[in-house]
């Protein structure tokens, strides 16, 4: 077994996800603020706006994600110079397969919060704006956290495409003992361990989200 | 020049007309009740005072100046001087009881996290919560959640503060003690108060001046004293007459005998002693209205005229008003 070779892959996978999920969320949170926004319950219903980013919400969330990548082989081409082969190259399709899905996520936890504090905000003349930083996005802060964390590992789970174009990874790493060893490869340690690490890397990201979000839960406060 | 007035407010949800017409007015310094069932549209009343709700038609004055009507959307600043509790208090559950006041004023811009601390720690101590400062709403109990949400009111040092059934959520005991708190804001700092319930006890308990509000229409509005002693409306008798009376004695006639606060004599015993009738009693209870005793006793009526001509003698010698009902107002 060649450790430094899984570590260099999970590097590759963590790296992948995790910037993919902070460009995701950069796009994804105020698309999910729009999208409640203009919500029935929102702070500025709006049929039509919210009709449209919806509808191109669920047209993106729709299309398969290998698909996606190979749409957005050009883009990739312009941005790195290069369509595929390196790590990197998987940034952007797993930003364009994630942030329609965040945008959701994002809209669920919001819809969550009471409306109640949104009108006694509203009653002390608070701003639309004021309402989503100070009240929204505090009172829905542990939903969302727990939101990155489910968002984190689903386009985990979407590095897997890396291995159709060569751009590493701990799961592309997994088919490549397969196809080296298509007889015996459940037999060999390396695929197992390939298997451990990315449950030990999904239970953190669990974890680590759960934990975040109950630390910071003030309703959770024993009286 | 009234604190707020409102001026043939209209407004409809879809078909459902929720006020029709509405017109009132509410002087600086008055604690002023709106009763009514549910769903007679109180709430949405007080919500068009303070712009959560925008009325279809009418106006809304406010200190001589129109402060909004269907055209007019409300003022930021002109928010801030009528604070709003709620029912369901509406605390930030991720903000301490500290931080919830201080929203207030961060919302409007107060400069100085000091200055606004400090504020909202004076405000804290005012409704007797600074001990509980740093206490979140899940550590709170109801009442203390309802305190913070008025020290929040109290932060922009409001001149009116609508309170939307504000105790309704509360036991009778709680309830009683935030009423003693509004009642000494709006004796110490003389700011207004528009009660919303549908719970006679509190209105009465608290409020100077009651409207009555019975399916979109305002069909009372006056004095306390007024309305509570001579309602004229069947809603506003139902409201206020009948309260815990159960009844399936509709067959008989019965008569309503009102006191005024100057009934010191055991007028039921005199009765029976002095005119010889005897009395059926039904139903009594007496409220104090500003510090006076008032009431009402429904009796049944005396099956013999010659009694019942006694009885209207004795009462309209004696000042008792009275008179007859076929049913305690329970439709």
Redesign the interface.
Known sequence: MEWNEFFLALGQTVAMTLIAAVLAYLVGLPLGVLLYTTGKKGLHPNRVVNFIVGLLVNILRSIPCLLLIIILIPLNRGVFGRATGEWYTMIIPLFFASFAYVGRVVETSLNEV?Q??V?????????SM?IIV??LL??A??SLLLGVALSTISILGYTAFAYDFGAGGLIARAYSIYSSHPINYLSRPDIWVILALIVVVVQVIQEVGLLLSKK???????? | MAEIEIRHLSKSFGEKKVLDDVSLSVEKGDVFGVLGLSGAGKSTLVRCINGLARPDEGEIYYQGELLCSAKKPIEKQKRARIAMIFQQFNLLEQRDALGNVELALELNKVKGKKVRKEKALACLKRVGLEEQAHQYPSQLSGGQKQRVAIARALALEPEVILSDEATSALDPETTQSILALLKSLNKEYGITIVMISHQLGVIESICNKVAILDHAHLVEQGGLSDVFLNPKTEIARSLIYANNVHTELNEHHFIRLLFDGNADEPLIANIVQQCSILISLVYASTKVIDGKVYGQTVIKRPKDPAEREKLAKYLTLHNVKFEEVKSLGME
């Open positions: 009471d109640g504090v009108e006694a905000a509203r009653s002390m003349g608070a701003s004021q100070k009240v505090t009172e802060r542990p910071t839960d003030k309703r959770r406060i024993a009286k």
